[in-house]
């Protein structure tokens, strides 16, 4: 089955600065990869995605990189702010399922003001 | 989008009872999922809930301990079976929503708000 490893386990940044994060998976047939935000306490939540004809897309201050023959992908934040403070999982579809989803670990992003 | 809904929010219970979480969504979905998430950790898929026929589990997980309802397109039940310790958890369901938002333009996953489980 698939297996997504995510890295790091804790990040932290000062305010204004950039995180990465880098997540590596397993299984070939995988073709979509979001990444989600879970604040303390609160539900998870799609934050961007990319499917694999697709090498980087960004959204504002967020962007997300591809590299399918290395199996990673990575999500970049810049100027980070203390409301980026959370935990970010990435996650990756299973034999390329239309639905199915595996979790990475997850990665603790704090931003320090 | 999808407004998901989830009851009870949160609960404390005895060992060798059974709780039943209870999951609504403001729309019809064609799939429905129940996910774990244990203190600090990572999201697990127990299972896929179909509507009309039985539930597709994962490795690990067993119809006798987490039986799933899924009466139709808006709702699904999880039960969480002869409790112990262990299944402290948090129990999220999730749908899949076709078309998703603009940051994605594509199918994609939303979760409920999590029922957190303490057993005692």
């Known amino acids: 089955g698939e297996n997504v490893e995510q890295h790091p386990s804790t990040l932290s940044v000062q305010e204004g600065d950039s995180a990465v994060i880098k997540c590596t998976y397993s299984?070939?047939?995988?073709?979509?990869f979001p990444w989600y935000k879970q604040e303390l306490g609160k539900r998870p939540q799609l934050i961007i995605d990319?499917?694999?004809?697709?090498g980087e897309k960004k959204d504002q201050r967020i962007a997300v990189t591809l590299n399918k023959t290395a199996k990673h992908f990575s999500l970049h934040i810049t100027e980070t702010q203390p409301e980026d403070s959370a935990v970010y999982f990435c996650?990756?579809?299973?034999?390329?399922?239309?639905?199915?989803?595996?979790f990475g670990k997850g990665t603790l992003l704090t931003v320090n003001p | 989008s999808a407004v998901i809904s989830q009851k009870p929010s949160r609960d404390i219970c005895q060992r060798g009872t059974s709780l039943t979480i209870q999951c609504q969504v403001d729309?019809?979905?064609?799939?429905m999922f129940w996910y774990r998430q244990q203190p600090g950790q990572s999201l697990t898929l127990i299972a896929t809930?179909?509507?009309?026929?039985?539930?597709?589990?994962e490795s690990g997980f067993v119809i006798d301990k987490f039986p799933i309802s899924r009466p139709n397109l808006t709702f699904s039940t999880l039960t969480v079976s002869n409790m112990s310790p262990e299944d402290s958890s948090i129990y999220l369901c999730?749908?899949?929503?076709?078309?998703?938002?603009?940051?994605?333009?594509?199918?994609?996953?939303?979760f409920g708000p999590g029922t957190r489980l303490t057993v005692l």
């Open positions: 999730s749908v899949h929503v076709a078309g998703g938002p603009r940051v994605t333009g594509t199918d994609t996953q939303y």
């Open positions: 299984d070939s047939a995988s073709n979509y």
């Open positions: 990319i499917r694999s004809n697709v």
């Open positions: 996650a990756a579809n299973p034999g390329g399922s239309n639905y199915k989803l595996t």
């Open positions: 729309s019809q979905v064609t799939m």
């Open positions: 809930a179909n509507q009309g026929s039985e539930a597709t589990y």
